[in-house]
């Protein structure tokens, strides 16, 4: 069974950096894609970011490239988002995923973790 859990949410000032995690189970099949969607009050949960299993092919949404960065570690079984440079806008509920496709489309993912709150205060 796919099982995934976020840390490293929480507080921070604009222009300010934190840096989620994703512990993916032992049974997640290391093939498949992992990322990050968010999810704002009021709004539809959107894509932020993607990696392959090889980590040689990744995705950003526009309006965090340049100030994001995904990575996963292979051998903990955990993926990364390095979020720098954050904005109010950023806050959100950041929900970690992983399917055998790129899946940038919410309805498209199989499995999802639980989601960690970040608050981005201006």
């Known amino acids: 069974q796919v099982q995934l859990v976020e840390s490293g949410g929480g507080l921070v000032q604009a222009g300010g950096s934190l840096r989620l995690s994703c512990l993916a189970s032992r049974r997640t099949p290391r093939t498949y894609y992992m990322g990050w969607f968010r999810q704002a009050p009021g709004k539809e949960r959107e894509f932020v970011a993607v990696?392959?299993?090889?980590?040689?092919?990744?995705s950003y949404t526009e309006s965090v490239k340049g100030r994001f960065t995904i990575s996963r570690d292979n051998a903990k079984n955990v993926v990364y988002l390095q979020m720098n440079s954050l904005k109010p806008e950023d806050t959100a509920v950041y929900y970690c995923?992983?399917?055998?496709?790129?899946?940038?489309?919410?309805?498209?993912?199989?499995?999802w973790g639980q989601g960690t709150q970040v608050t981005v205060s201006s």
């Open positions: 995923y992983a399917d055998p496709t790129i899946a940038t489309m919410s309805y498209r993912v199989n499995f």
């Open positions: 990696i392959s299993w090889s980590g040689d092919t990744t």
